[in-house]
């Protein structure tokens, strides 16, 4: 269930994140979707620094890295695992607590 739905995206990547781990190219995909200009090589490109954000806050964590030699999202670059902290787990449920998604 997206509770999280039109607020800011970095909440919603913890949102969607809540029900396992995922990898770049998964998050970015999914998300550029229900964000209006983000479904672009650009937009995708902020839902990857987003993640960066939020796991140098400690907010997700890196679990495991491979080069995209196929192709799959940005050939050669690194794909990410991410899963929510506990310290991400905590400030979801706070959000979601909090948090009221804006009106479109």
Known sequence: MKMMENTPIK???????EDGPKRTEVICEALAKEYAGHDSDY??????????????????????????????????????????????KDYLEYLKGTVKPQKV
């Open 43 to 88: 937009g995708k490109a902020k839902i990857k620094y987003d993640c960066i954000e939020l796991a140098s806050a400690g907010i997700i964590t890196e679990d495991d890295f491979v080069i995209d030699t196929e192709g799959i999202f940005q050939k050669d670059k690194l794909l990410v695992t991410y899963s929510l902290s506990p310290l991400g």
């Open 11 to 17: 909440f919603r990547i913890l949102e969607f994140l």
